[in-house]
């Protein structure tokens, strides 16, 4: 199922992602602070896609990433259900988190996510962007960037494995047919 049918649905949940990571406190129409995680977790890389989305976070301490996945997909899913007049869960299960291994799986995953969307470079719902020109304040680039000689060699690492990529895409396409 769809999760965003709109950009409103796109920038609201960036709006979300923004709230939670970046330095300054929101408060809410009763004056109560929104949670933060400003300092305690980093976004890497991102990509809001039509029926998922792929978020490379880095916790100080455990169970921060909980906590705010919990508050994003709950306050998602009231926006969701209220918008479109509709009742019961968004998401089809729990998120699931995959724990990082190395520097090389770190670069590859980040290059994965941008990869996701088949017009990556011209995506306007991931942090390929931020990567490209400066980084918004809630997207760390610079981490992944400093493992590079450039940004130009970054971008030409991501670039370097699209095909391989997109043909890795087709193969389980088809035989998922079988």
Request: glycine residues 6%; hydrophobic residues 35%; contains cysteine.
């Amino acid at each position: 199922m769809e999760i965003f049918l709109d950009e409103d649905d796109y920038g609201f949940f960036e709006m979300l992602l923004t709230r939670c990571l970046s330095s300054k406190t929101v408060t809410d129409k009763f004056g109560r602070k929104r949670p933060n995680f400003h300092g305690d977790i980093q976004l890497h890389t991102y990509c809001l896609m039509p029926n998922h989305f792929h978020l490379l976070l880095w916790q100080k301490d455990q169970g921060c990433i909980e906590k705010m996945m919990r508050g994003i997909m709950t306050s998602y899913s009231m926006y969701f259900n209220r918008k479109y007049k509709r009742r019961g869960p968004v998401f089809e299960s729990r998120y699931k988190s995959v724990r990082i291994a190395g520097d090389a799986q770190l670069t590859h995953v980040s290059r994965y996510i941008h990869l996701n969307p088949v017009g990556y470079r011209i995506w306007d719902r991931s942090s390929y962007s931020d990567y490209v020109y400066d980084p918004r304040e809630w997207v760390t680039a610079d981490f992944i960037l400093g493992m590079f000689k450039s940004k130009k060699h970054y971008l030409e690492y991501v670039d370097d494995y699209e095909d391989v990529k997109r043909a890795n895409d087709k193969f389980k396409r088809e035989i998922g047919d079988i």
